[in-house]
């Protein structure tokens, strides 16, 4: 079957790092992808991986390893405004999206 | 602006009645997407739209029906057969192109009394 893991809460300071995991196991691979969602809104696009390594976008970066069906999302200099839901998805070989369940970062100040 | 919009925010209902849901999209994206959003869960493919006049099934269609008459608009109806109606209902469109990522609207949090 398809599955995607990711820890269900996790808390931070603001001013801290934080790095949030993501493991699949999918038919096929076509890429993967983070998304924000703060609660009750839309999830909203963050980055895409589909080749091995680092993608660096501003205080966000997102890793990934296919051998290992491993990503992870990390976020620097956090802000309160970064609370929200983190969803990692995979394309699968349909191109269609395999949703984790998300975390939920509390950041504390 | 370009965008994604459902509508209403929220909606109540009684059992035992179907529901539409709209969504409507000024990208000009040819693939639109229906997800059911539940508690601790991921989000859940109920039906998808590749193209005008064709969708598919997703994972969970049973008691939803949609169709795609207009490539701009992709409504979900839930009807009285989903045993379970109540959730937060996300609409989500596509470029073409396979890698791209889905963009989504607002959604609508359906409650059934």
């Known amino acids: 079957g398809q599955n995607i893991d990711q820890p269900t809460e996790m808390t931070a300071t603001e001013g801290a790092i934080v790095q949030i995991n993501c493991t699949y196991q999918t038919s096929g691979f076509n890429g993967l992808f983070w998304y924000q969602q703060h609660a009750g809104e839309a999830p909203t696009f963050l980055s895409y991986n589909v080749l091995d390594g680092l993608e660096e976008k501003g205080r966000f970066s997102s890793f990934l390893s296919r051998s290992k069906g491993y990503s992870y999302l990390l976020l620097k200099e956090l802000q309160m405004k970064d609370s929200a839901s983190y969803l990692c998805a995979v394309s699968d070989s349909n191109y269609q999206l395999i949703w984790g369940a998300g975390t939920k970062l509390i950041i504390k100040p | 602006d370009g965008g994604i919009t459902q509508s209403p925010k929220y909606l109540f209902r009684k059992e035992g009645q179907n529901v539409t849901l709209s969504c409507e999209q000024n990208l000009n994206h040819d693939a639109m997407y229906w997800y059911r959003q539940d508690p601790g869960q991921g989000l859940r493919l109920i039906y998808y739209s590749q193209i005008v006049n064709d969708f598919q099934k997703g994972d969970i269609a049973e008691g939803y029906s949609v169709s795609r008459e207009k490539k701009e608009s992709f409504p979900l109806t839930v009807t009285s057969a989903q045993k379970n109606p109540t959730a937060f209902y996300l609409c989500?469109?596509?470029?073409?192109?396979?890698?791209?990522?889905?963009?989504f609207g607002p959604g609508t949090r359906l409650t059934v009394l």
């Open positions: 989500a469109s596509k470029d073409g192109r396979d890698y791209n990522e889905q963009f």
